[in-house]
């Protein structure tokens, strides 16, 4: 059983930034990525990363302000969020998904409990 942990998250002004961090435990070497929900919306997804750490894909919402990068060697995954807005408020969620660059909820097969982001104008 993989289970996943994530850290990071808090209370930011628009236009500052966050550094996400996800430990795992048990196999990591699968497509990894970010998802959020907020209260009463979809979880909907953010970033992915290969295996490999080569490949990223981002959500169009976040293209250009946030980074995915991971440390297979920590088992660890981040997610650096630059250029925070209002609208990024959500609590962000790691998974791990056997599906080469998955970004569909159903996909995904671990998830970690998440960590709060809250941007304020």
């Known amino acids: 059983q993989v289970q996943l942990v994530e850290s990071g998250g808090g209370l930011v002004q628009a236009g500052g930034s966050l550094r996400l961090s996800c430990v795992a435990s048990g196999r990591t070497l699968y497509t990894m990525a970010w998802f959020r929900q907020a209260p009463g919306k979809e979880r909907e997804f953010v970033a992915a990363i290969k295996w490999s750490g080569e490949v990223t894909t981002y959500a169009d919402s976040v293209q250009g302000r946030f980074t995915i990068s991971r440390d297979n060697a920590k088992n660890m995954v981040y997610l650096q969020m630059n250029n925070l807005k209002p609208e990024d408020t959500a609590v962000y969620y790691c998974?791990?998904?056997?599906?080469?660059?998955?970004?569909?909820?159903?996909?995904?097969?671990?998830w970690g409990q998440g960590t709060q982001v809250t941007v304020s104008s």
């Open positions: 998974a791990i998904s056997r599906a080469t660059m998955a970004t569909t909820v159903r996909e995904y097969d671990y």
